[in-house]
């Protein structure tokens, strides 16, 4: 067995011509990892990636199928810049879309990866979807070949989503704003556009609250569909009385969920990348179209929740 521990570096750290051959030297996670593959009879190559294109060409042999992946991160952000890039090579043109691709899907199924978390920063998406922890319980979940799929949310902006997003809420100075647009989910209406919206959370595993207000209380990376939540501010008028402002907050779930803006530049964070949202957004579930390796065996197939 080949397995390729795939780290990410942060450009800004690279020479103009960089192909990361002064990348720092390996994690003590990654080499933990790769001590434990190998006293298994795994080979093992280390490498690191600062772009796109790196990503890319590192890709090759595992999308070949001749090398497992496993991917070295601190933050949801990396693991999700790696899918991103399969998804891309895995997506067939609309075009042109293949007979034996399923019907509920716009991808193939993505090469299988594992994550191992460099320690002492782990992504949520670890403990979301309770992937092992220790470097040498990420080589036995390779070892051992274990699968479990899981849902992916793709959305029109060309990227993915692989616990959820968060659409207002925070702004970048920490101040609790409000914003309005129209979201659907599926033929339900949330907000119509017209009303204040103080966030909306799309989430496809784990919860989600905005400052102590709870809003998807649970969402099943398995299950096929998508949790969505939208906190609105309603007044409440009582006679004799001043009126008082009460947050209503409606959920529902289904296969895809659209958000257009009404108001510019509305605050987004994206397994945690911020960013503004500023044109309509869809996000649709791509049924189990990625896999993680699990030392666990889930015979119902539910995604533990923290």
């Not at 001043?242 to 779930?253: G, H, Q, T, Y």
């Not at 969920?257 to 987004?268: A, F, I, K, L, N």
């Amino acid at each position: 067995m080949s397995v390729m521990i795939l780290t990410l570096k942060d450009p800004a750290g690279c020479g103009d011509a960089c192909g990361c051959g002064d990348a720092d030297p390996p994690r003590v996670p990654v080499l933990a990892c790769a001590d434990a593959l190998r006293a298994g009879g795994a080979s093992v190559d280390l490498v690191t990636a600062c772009s796109d294109a790196e990503i890319d060409a590192a890709m090759k042999p595992v999308e070949a199928g001749d090398a497992q992946l496993i991917i070295a991160a601190a933050t949801d952000a990396e693991i999700r810049a790696v899918v991103r890039r399969l998804v891309r090579r895995y997506a067939p043109a609309p075009s042109k879309r293949p007979g034996d691709l399923p019907a509920d899907r716009t991808i193939f199924d993505l090469p299988p990866l594992a994550v191992l978390a460099l320690a002492p920063a782990v992504p949520n998406l670890v403990g979301l979807l309770d992937l092992p922890r220790d470097p040498a319980a990420v080589a036995t979940a390779v070892l051992g070949a274990k699968l479990r799929r899981l849902d992916l949310l793709r959305h029109d902006g060309g990227s993915v989503t692989l616990t959820g997003a968060l659409i207002g809420g925070v702004d970048a100075a920490g101040n609790v704003g409000s914003w309005r647009g129209r979201v659907e989910v599926d033929d339900t209406v949330l907000s119509d556009g017209e009303e204040p919206v103080l966030a909306c959370s799309i989430r496809n595993a784990g919860s989600s609250e905005v400052d102590g207000l709870p809003l998807v209380t649970h969402s099943d990376a398995t299950d096929g569909l998508i949790e969505v939540a939208v906190a609105v501010p309603v007044l409440k008028r009582r006679l004799f009385r001043e009126a008082s402002v009460r947050l209503e907050v409606r959920r529902a779930r289904g296969r895809g969920v659209s958000v257009t803006p009404r108001d510019s530049d509305v605050p987004t964070v994206d397994d945690g990348v911020a960013a503004t949202l500023n044109r309509k957004r869809s996000w649709w579930v791509e049924r189990g179209a990625w896999a993680t390796y699990t030392g666990v065996t889930y015979s119902d197939a539910t995604v533990p929740q923290t």
